[in-house]
């Protein structure tokens, strides 16, 4: 992501911006935010609490703390959260690309297909017959909507995504390079002398505000649906398989694999590379650790770790007592 020129903001606008209140910074205008180490003047940074003590060391010229951080003087801004302050502030300086309403020339759009006048399609682009691109949503080059598919509202698919047949994507949604979505799920059925392929004759529902990364893939139920909840963040290089239900805010780090008919619900999280040995339940608020491997039920709320997955604090118990050699 990059941009032409940073708009500064004065430490009182960006303290309005953020319901925080400023101190000690009268003149002080930055113009993105960047990580302590390599802050500048130019820059804002931000600091919680358990990372005060590398506040000497900083350069930056404005500081986002919680609201009764010791300072020491520097110009500063106090909110509740300085973490979700940087991110929103982050978000003003580099807001995401608006579409520019045209189709280009090279694409291919199919008489039976509707893509609305204020949506952006690039080069070498296929929207198949009745799939559907809304307003403001940007189709990078190389990306293929199916047939009967939807694309949501301000969507920005990047180059090389594709959707399968009468795949649905909500609206706000991000999905990066080379992200395929309604592929065939892994579905064989062994008759004694070769795998035969039971069709997978679902589809995918994907809500709104969800971030897919590059490289994944989301298979399409075998009967019904494969459905992702809104506000779903998706890692790079991560495996959903056919039939998974996806609630709500769920996380997937990279390269996690769910098989068929996983659970996840509301706010649960899985690490990197962390597996779901499918049909087994991940509760509301659970934690995988990565490379994990879950093979059954996880409460709400419960945190894991290890292969085959435990209570997390069991699991380091146990690790504690392999260094020992016990």
Same mark, same amino acid.
């Not at 506040?55 to 010791?70: F, N, Q, Y």
């Not at 019904?224 to 963040?233: A, D, E, M």
């Given at each position: 992501?990059?941009?032409?020129?940073?708009?500064?903001?004065?430490?009182?606008?960006?303290?309005?911006?953020?319901?925080?209140?400023?101190?000690?910074?009268?003149?002080?205008?930055?113009?993105?935010?960047?990580?302590?180490?390599?802050?500048?003047?130019?820059?804002?940074? %931000? %600091?919680?609490?358990?990372?005060?003590?590398?506040?000497?060391?900083?350069?930056?010229?404005?500081?986002?703390?919680? #609201?009764?951080?010791?300072?020491?003087?520097?110009?500063?801004?106090?909110?509740?959260?300085?973490?979700?302050?940087?991110?929103?502030?982050?978000?003003?300086?580099?807001? #995401?690309?608006?579409?520019?309403?045209?189709?280009?020339?090279?694409?291919?759009?199919?008489?039976?297909?509707?893509?609305?006048?204020?949506?952006?399609?690039?080069?070498?682009?296929?929207?198949?017959?009745?799939?559907?691109?809304?307003?403001?949503?940007?189709?990078?080059?190389?990306?293929?909507?199916?047939?009967?598919?939807?694309?949501?509202?301000?969507?920005?698919?990047?180059?090389?995504?594709?959707?399968?047949?009468?795949?649905?994507?909500?609206?706000?949604?991000?999905?990066?390079?080379?992200?395929?979505?309604?592929?065939?799920?892994?579905? %064989?059925?062994?008759?004694?002398?070769?795998?035969?392929?039971?069709?997978?004759?679902?589809?995918?529902?994907?809500?709104?505000?969800?971030?897919?990364?590059?490289?994944?893939?989301?298979? #399409?139920?075998?009967?019904?649906?494969?459905?992702?909840?809104?506000?779903?963040?998706?890692?790079?290089?991560?495996?959903?398989?056919?039939?998974?239900?996806?609630?709500?805010?769920?996380?997937?780090?990279?390269?996690?694999?769910?098989?068929?008919?996983?659970?996840?619900?509301?706010?649960?999280?899985?690490?990197?590379?962390?597996?779901?040995?499918?049909?087994?339940?991940?509760?509301?608020?659970?934690?995988?650790?990565?490379?994990?491997?879950? %093979?059954?039920?996880?409460?709400?709320?419960?945190?894991?770790?290890?292969?085959?997955?435990?209570?997390?604090?069991?699991?380091?118990?146990?690790?504690?007592? #392999?260094?020992?050699?016990?």
């Amino acid at each position: 992501m990059c941009k032409e020129e940073a708009p500064s903001l004065s430490a009182n606008e960006i303290a309005n911006f953020l319901g925080g209140q400023a101190e000690n910074a009268d003149g002080v205008h930055v113009s993105s935010v960047m990580n302590a180490e390599d802050a500048t003047e130019s820059h804002a940074a %931000f %600091f919680t609490s358990d990372k005060l003590a590398e506040l000497e060391s900083c350069s930056a010229g404005l500081v986002l703390v919680e #609201r009764e951080a010791d300072v020491q003087g520097r110009a500063c801004v106090r909110v509740e959260n300085p973490s979700l302050a940087a991110a929103l502030l982050q978000q003003h300086f580099y807001p #995401r690309r608006q579409a520019v309403p045209g189709i280009h020339e090279t694409a291919v759009i199919h008489e039976e297909a509707f893509v609305h006048s204020g949506s952006e399609v690039g080069p070498w682009c296929i929207v198949q017959s009745g799939a559907t691109i809304g307003k403001g949503s940007i189709l990078s080059s190389g990306v293929t909507i199916g047939e009967d598919s939807e694309v949501g509202e301000n969507c920005h698919l990047y180059e090389r995504v594709t959707l399968y047949p009468e795949v649905s994507l909500g609206s706000d949604c991000v999905v990066h390079a080379g992200t395929i979505i309604g592929v065939d799920g892994f579905g %064989f059925v062994w008759s004694g002398e070769a795998h035969e392929p039971m069709p997978q004759t679902g589809t995918v529902e994907i809500g709104p505000g969800c971030v897919i990364g590059a490289n994944c893939a989301i298979d #399409r139920a075998t009967f019904g649906v494969t459905r992702i909840g809104r506000g779903c963040i998706i890692d790079n290089l991560v495996q959903v398989g056919h039939n998974c239900q996806l609630g709500d805010f769920v996380i997937l780090c990279g390269q996690a694999g769910l098989a068929g008919s996983s659970i996840l619900e509301d706010g649960a999280v899985m690490g990197g590379q962390a597996g779901a040995g499918g049909h087994i339940t991940i509760g509301a608020g659970a934690q995988v650790g990565g490379g994990a491997k879950v %093979f059954s039920n996880i409460a709400p709320g419960a945190k894991v770790a290890g292969n085959p997955a435990i209570d997390y604090m069991k699991h380091m118990r146990a690790a504690a007592r #392999r260094r020992r050699g016990e």
